[in-house]
């Protein structure tokens, strides 16, 4: 059987990562690509050398040609520009819209029978107009955030319990901003209620929403600390974990930015749901019961995310 092909358009920090952990684990040959001439190539020759310390098979190349993208099996994008501190991801809005409709047309022409993955930020706006302007079927586009975001929850939530973060389902949905919706009523400690745990460990309602708010400016945090650039290692870990359920078939339930149209009430929004991922791309939206409350910070969120949509339209009439 012919190996799988994975191409990460962008060969930054996050496609550096994602094309080591990729080529770790075997999951295919990789093309990492760029605008930039030689960073690509430069990267694929130094993970290729990793290959006979780890002991990974996997054919690793550099490009600047959307051509050599051809016949990919997942594409990850990070394409695009990251915020500076003091920025919030929308800030990116205008720069980014661009690159997406750049890689959203070498998509098109080179690779329309992938499954594609971006995490390029704003999230649910670009991964939306990276649909639009790649025109492939909404079940093979998808947003990575979820599990990143869910990952930052649980983290905090393991710290604060001090647990295994093997034990703690973290569940967060809604845009990746900081309007973001930590669900704490679907968030478990080995099926315990992160609630009811918190009572059986003395931490106070205030904490938990102290790790909430935490949470929700997970990136900025780490925007902050590095200074110049954003988080790459969980972002990268995250969508290798989306590719992996697609290449699997692993009908795995993963937390991303799907195409929501008629569930929660929305009306054809990229958005950050539960869905399962297999062979099929973004199989299933899985819509849960939300409190007044829960639905009404979606609601929040959802209603950021469309005004992004909005101001993406003005930039750009084709998506009008
Ligand atoms: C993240 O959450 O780490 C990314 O969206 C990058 C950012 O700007 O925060």
């Given amino acids: 059987m012919a190996r799988k092909k994975i191409a990460l358009i962008g060969s930054g920090m996050i ?31 130094d993970l290729s050398q990793c290959g006979p ?22 594409i990850i994008v990070t394409a695009g520009v990251p915020r500076k501190p003091g920025m919030s991801r929308d800030d990116l809005l ?10 959203g047309e070498g998509i098109k022409n080179s690779a329309p029978d992938a499954f594609v993955i971006c995490i390029t930020n704003p999230l649910d706006a670009m991964v939306w107009a990276l649909r639009e302007f790649s025109g492939l079927p909404h079940n093979k586009v998808v947003g990575m955030a979820g599990v990143l975001d869910s990952a ?21 949905l809604g845009g990746h901003g900081d309007t973001m919706v930590p669900v704490t009523s679907y968030t478990t400690i080995n099926g315990i209620p992160v609630d009811d745990f918190a009572k059986i460990k003395g931490v106070s309602a205030d ?25 790459y290692y969980a972002p990268a870990t995250s969508a290798i974990s989306m590719a992996e359920a697609y290449l699997g078939d692993q009908k795995r339930i993963l937390p991303c930015a799907s195409y929501v149209d008629g569930k929660y009430g929305l009306d054809g ?11 099929g791309g973004t199989e299933e939206v899985i819509e849960i019961e939300l409190s007044d409350e829960e639905k009404s910070n979606l609601k929040v969120s959802t209603d950021a995310v469309e005004e992004l949509l909005e101001a993406c339209k003005g930039l750009d009439s084709s998506l009008a």
């Fill in 207 to 231: 904490r938990i929403d102290e790790i909430v708010d935490r949470t929700r400016k997970g990136g900025g945090e780490i925007v902050g600390l590095l200074g110049n650039g954003s988080a």
């Fill in 94 to 103: 205008g720069i980014n819209l661009k690159v997406m409709k750049a890689v």
């Fill in 53 to 74: 310390v780890e002991g990974f098979d996997a054919k690793i190349t550099g490009s600047n040609d959307y051509a050599d993208i051809a016949g990919a099996d997942v």
């Fill in 269 to 279: 929004l990229y958005v950050g749901v539960p869905t399962v991922i297999g062979a």
């Fill in 15 to 45: 496609g550096g990562t994602l094309a080591h952990l990729a080529a770790k684990k075997e999951m295919g040959d990789i093309v990492l690509f760029d605008i930039a001439e030689g960073m690509p190539q430069g990267k694929a020759l």
């Fill in 152 to 172: 930052r929850f649980a983290t905090f939530l393991a710290w604060e319990f001090d647990v295994s973060v093997k034990d703690v389902n973290a569940f967060v």
